[in-house]
């Protein structure tokens, strides 16, 4: 049966959270820390000091024999260095075990080895961390021990960001500012905040660890760069929501007991689409706090996987011809008393706020599709977005019937008088339960989807950070609130001016809503005509960060300076073309070594079989010739192909690092790593099973 997990008592409980906190810092240091926390001020060093004194004794309790500043630098991974809490020996021998706030607040670790983008030369190696006190400490419990992790900010000697999470409070700073805007010209003078929420769903791939090691592929880059489909895939549609099978289950089991340890709200198990395919889901959190709990699922998984002798793949695509791996990430903005911006009402044709706050993010998303679409652009996601498995590049906003008949009355006349209501379900059983159901359907197809009280932005890859989307998203819709508030604070008559507001942002942008099929080349084609964009792969989505207008955009907010957007920049397109390099090289690595001299030996196998079959009496070797031929006709191509990819990959990299050489991989080397592939696909169909060099894709998604 397995042990008893219970979950209340066991949530949190390598937390420094809120609880811990009032249990054991005197109250006047609570109440500083809290109050440093909600106005966003600067923790005094004498506060820190007792913080991180009651922090460290808390950790040690928790067997923590070190600790770390936890950070995400631009690697798409996180980052630490890990400090003993003792300090020097005393004259008995002894060491006493001490942290300050000076330790607590601030860490020095090497910034030359990161990604910079050219804002830190290879000498210049200071780089600070600084506490995240919006985030709370936590004890992660693993192999090595037990480690106090300190979330925090990482940004260089001059002050420029490194990292993922400073950007993302600048922009959390940058909506709540202009979202108090707004709702203050609606009266509301009670809410002193507003707090973009956020609630990521996971998507991953699970196969066996043993087999995993036996594939160089998914060992050097997390996908497999070679592959034949088996005779079944997911044309069935059997493995999604269908049981999940014991070994799998126990996994979820101990990563669900690690996740709640740490107060990670995971909520929502199962399978997905494609064999082997799995999702978790959390509950919604700040989106600060979100982004570090994405990043421990993605530890979390991949670390439990371990110990059930399972491998977890993250990567967009790890097999072709299957479903790839996505994270939707859901956002909404709520404020300090509870209420939800993005939450319509039974009648939302009457909610004026919240029609003004759907026009502008409609203006928004409109203004700033190019941008939204590169914070999702990664290597992976190339083999995915526009997939009929994947909502396409083209973005575009679904509304759903409600609000897009609301939409459509305020358009036409000025005025919206109604809303479409949900009815009753109808089953036609009448042991079953009535119930009203939902006024508009839903759109899996759609990249940014309203659903019901927020949007659900649907691209973003299943191994990358969230950390990107939220800031883009943050400050495009910061951006449309400000000039929403430009106007209407000036506004003779503010009724009036909110309603023509509303219905110019609906008539000027609703090219960007889109209700229909989002996998059809119909829809391609209408996207187009719209005058929509269209950007399918990552090196075309790149130069959207440092546009005129992002530079403007991103400036006026101080989310980002020019120099931090032209450094993301290289870092994008140096990034694109080092994995690229990576995967031509481990075609190459694997082509050469195992699979050429595996169909050498299966032909030469073949030859001698036909020439014994005929020596011993003479009977009919038409089948094995021209099995013989055909392989033999495949290694030909596999050959040539080889060399290709080796002339391409050569020369890609001794080009200067840039724009230039990402191009060049996308157009050359890609080309020449798909030559590659289809004719050693093709002879994995034919080769003697026992003779080919790794496991299958039957081998990996079946056999789990």
């Given at each position: 049966?397995?042990?008893?997990?219970?979950?209340?008592?066991?949530?949190?409980?390598?937390?420094?959270?809120?609880?811990?906190?009032?249990?054991?810092?005197?109250?006047?240091?609570?109440?500083?820390?809290?109050?440093?926390?909600?106005?966003?001020?600067?923790?005094?060093l004498e506060t820190a000091d007792v913080v991180a004194h009651e922090m460290k004794e808390?950790?040690?309790?928790?067997?923590?024999?070190?600790?770390?500043?936890?950070?995400?630098?631009?690697?798409?991974?996180?980052?630490?260095?890990?400090?003993?809490?003792?300090?020097?020996?005393?004259?008995?021998?002894?060491?006493?075990?001490?942290?300050?706030?000076?330790?607590?607040?601030?860490?020095?670790?090497?910034?030359?080895?990161?990604?910079?983008?050219?804002?830190?030369?290879?000498?210049?190696?200071?780089?600070?961390?600084?506490?995240?006190?919006?985030?709370?400490?936590?004890?992660?419990?693993?192999?090595?021990?037990?480690?106090?992790?300190?979330?925090?900010?990482?940004?260089?000697?001059?002050?420029?960001?490194?990292?993922?999470?400073?950007?993302?409070?600048?922009?959390?700073?940058?909506?709540?500012?202009?979202?108090?805007?707004?709702?203050?010209?609606?009266?509301?003078?009670?809410?002193?905040?507003?707090?973009?929420?956020?609630?990521?769903?996971?998507?991953?791939?699970?196969?066996?660890?043993?087999?995993?090691?036996?594939?160089?592929?998914?060992?050097?880059?997390?996908?497999?760069?070679?592959?034949?489909?088996?005779?079944?895939?997911?044309?069935?549609?059997?493995?999604?929501?269908?049981?999940?099978?014991?070994?799998?289950?126990?996994?979820?089991?101990?990563?669900?007991?690690?996740?709640?340890?740490?107060?990670?709200?995971?909520?929502?198990?199962?399978?997905?689409?494609?064999?082997?395919?799995?999702?978790?889901?959390?509950?919604?959190?700040?989106?600060?706090?979100?982004?570090?709990?994405?990043?421990?699922?993605?530890?979390?998984?991949?670390?439990?996987?371990?110990?059930?002798?399972?491998?977890?793949?993250?990567?967009?695509?790890?097999?072709?011809?299957?479903?790839?791996?996505?994270?939707?990430?859901?956002?909404?903005?709520?404020?300090?008393?509870?209420?939800?911006?993005?939450?319509?009402?039974?009648?939302?044709?009457?909610?004026?706020?919240?029609?003004?706050?759907?026009?502008?993010?409609?203006?928004?998303?409109?203004?700033?599709?190019?941008?939204?679409?590169?914070?999702?652009?990664?290597?992976?996601?190339?083999?995915?977005?526009?997939?009929?498995?994947?909502?396409?590049?083209?973005?575009?906003?679904?509304?759903?019937?409600?609000?897009?008949?609301?939409?459509?009355?305020?358009?036409?006349?000025?005025?919206?008088?109604?809303?479409?209501?949900?009815?009753?379900?109808?089953?036609?059983?009448?042991?079953?339960?009535?119930?009203?159901?939902?006024?508009?359907?839903?759109?899996?197809?759609?990249?940014?989807?309203?659903?019901?009280?927020?949007?659900?932005?649907?691209?973003?890859?299943?191994?990358?950070?969230?950390?990107?989307?939220?800031?883009?998203?943050?400050?495009?819709?910061?951006?449309?609130?400000?000039?929403?508030?430009?106007?209407?604070?000036?506004?003779?008559?503010?009724?009036?001016?909110?309603?023509?507001?509303?219905?110019?942002?609906?008539?000027?942008?609703?090219?960007?809503?889109?209700?229909?099929?989002?996998?059809?080349?119909?829809?391609?084609?209408?996207?187009?005509?719209?005058?929509?964009?269209?950007?399918?792969?990552?090196?075309?989505?790149?130069?959207?960060?440092?546009?005129?207008?992002?530079?403007?955009?991103?400036?006026?907010?101080?989310?980002?300076?020019?120099?931090?957007?032209?450094?993301?920049?290289?870092?994008?397109?140096?990034?694109?073309?080092?994995?690229?390099?990576?995967?031509?090289?481990?075609?190459?690595?694997?082509?050469?070594?195992?699979?050429?001299?595996?169909?050498?030996?299966?032909?030469?196998?073949?030859?001698?079989?036909?020439?014994?079959?005929?020596?011993?009496?003479?009977?009919?070797?038409?089948?094995?010739?021209?099995?013989?031929?055909?392989?033999?006709?495949?290694?030909?191509?596999?050959?040539?192909?080889?060399?290709?990819?080796?002339?391409?990959?050569?020369?890609?990299?001794?080009?200067?690092?840039?724009?230039?050489?990402?191009?060049?991989?996308?157009?050359?080397?890609?080309?020449?790593?798909?030559?590659?592939?289809?004719?050693?696909?093709k002879l994995e169909m034919l080769v003697d099973k026992s003779m080919w060099p790794m496991?299958?894709?039957?081998?990996?998604?079946?056999?789990?």
């Amino acid at each position: 049966m397995g042990e008893f997990v219970n979950v209340a008592e066991i949530f949190g409980e390598n937390v420094f959270n809120d609880a811990v906190m009032q249990a054991r810092l005197p109250k006047k240091v609570y109440k500083k820390l809290k109050e440093t926390i909600k106005e966003e001020k600067e923790l005094d060093l004498e506060t820190a000091d007792v913080v991180a004194h009651e922090m460290k004794e808390w950790a040690i309790e928790k067997g923590a024999t070190h600790y770390t500043h936890w950070f995400q630098p631009l690697t798409g991974v996180t980052a630490e260095k890990h400090d003993s809490f003792i300090t020097a020996p005393m004259e008995n021998g002894k060491v006493l075990m001490s942290f300050s706030g000076k330790e607590l607040i601030k860490g020095e670790p090497d910034a030359s080895s990161f990604p910079s983008g050219g804002l830190r030369a290879t000498f210049e190696a200071r780089g600070y961390t600084a506490w995240d006190c919006t985030s709370p400490a936590f004890v992660r419990q693993d192999a090595a021990g037990a480690t106090l992790c300190i979330p925090t900010a990482f940004c260089s000697y001059t002050g420029e960001s490194l990292d993922q999470k400073t950007p993302l409070l600048r922009s959390m700073e940058a909506i709540n500012e202009q979202s108090l805007r707004l709702i203050r010209l609606f009266g509301n003078t009670t809410s002193t905040k507003v707090t973009p929420s956020v609630g990521p769903e996971q998507e991953y791939f699970i196969v066996d660890r043993e087999k995993y090691l036996q594939r160089k592929d998914l060992i050097f880059t997390g996908r497999t760069l070679f592959g034949a489909m088996p005779p079944k895939g997911q044309e069935m549609e059997d493995h999604y929501f269908g049981a999940i099978r014991e070994r799998i289950a126990a996994y979820m089991k101990d990563v669900n007991k690690e996740l709640w340890k740490l107060g990670v709200t995971a909520k929502t198990q199962h399978n997905e689409v494609a064999p082997a395919q799995h999702e978790l889901a959390s509950i919604y959190s700040e989106a600060n706090i979100a982004v570090d709990h994405n990043q421990l699922v993605m530890e979390t998984l991949k670390k439990v996987a371990g110990r059930h002798g399972l491998q977890c793949l993250l990567h967009e695509k790890p097999f072709a011809g299957v479903n790839g791996s996505g994270k939707h990430n859901n956002w909404s903005i709520i404020t300090d008393d509870g209420i939800n911006l993005l939450e319509p009402g039974k009648t939302p044709h009457e909610n004026v706020q919240f029609l003004l706050v759907l026009t502008c993010i409609l203006k928004a998303v409109d203004k700033h599709a190019d941008l939204l679409r590169e914070s999702a652009a990664d290597v992976g996601n190339d083999h995915r977005l526009g997939a009929n498995e994947a909502p396409p590049a083209v973005i575009s906003v679904y509304l759903g019937e409600q609000l897009q008949d609301v939409l459509s009355q305020l358009i036409s006349t000025g005025a919206a008088t109604h809303s479409i209501s949900g009815k009753k379900l109808e089953t036609g059983v009448k042991t079953l339960p009535e119930f009203m159901k939902d006024a508009t359907d839903r759109n899996r197809t759609s990249p940014f989807a309203f659903t019901g009280n927020k949007f659900e932005f649907r691209m973003v890859g299943s191994q990358d950070s969230i950390a990107q989307p939220n800031v883009v998203l943050n400050t495009i819709v910061a951006e449309a609130f400000s000039e929403a508030c430009d106007i209407l604070e000036k506004a003779e008559d503010f009724e009036t001016g909110v309603h023509d507001l509303i219905k110019q942002y609906a008539t000027d942008h609703q090219r960007i809503v889109f209700n229909g099929n989002g996998y059809s080349d119909e829809w391609l084609e209408e996207a187009e005509k719209r005058g929509l964009p269209n950007i399918t792969c990552m090196v075309d989505a790149i130069p959207a960060l440092n546009t005129d207008k992002s530079v403007k955009l991103f400036e006026k907010f101080k989310v980002f300076t020019k120099a931090e957007l032209d450094s993301r920049v290289e870092i994008e397109y140096e990034t694109y073309a080092k994995e690229m390099n990576i995967e031509a090289r481990a075609m190459i690595d694997i082509a050469t070594k195992q699979i050429i001299p595996a169909v050498i030996k299966y032909t030469t196998v073949l030859a001698d079989s036909i020439v014994a079959v005929k020596e011993a009496c003479g009977a009919d070797v038409s089948a094995q010739t021209e099995i013989l031929t055909e392989v033999s006709d495949l290694l030909a191509q596999s050959r040539k192909a080889l060399v290709r990819l080796q002339e391409v990959s050569d020369l890609a990299s001794a080009m200067t690092e840039g724009r230039e050489q990402a191009v060049y991989y996308n157009d050359e080397v890609k080309c020449a790593m798909d030559e590659l592939r289809t004719p050693i696909d093709k002879l994995e169909m034919l080769v003697d099973k026992s003779m080919w060099p790794m496991p299958s894709y039957g081998d990996l998604i079946f056999e789990v």
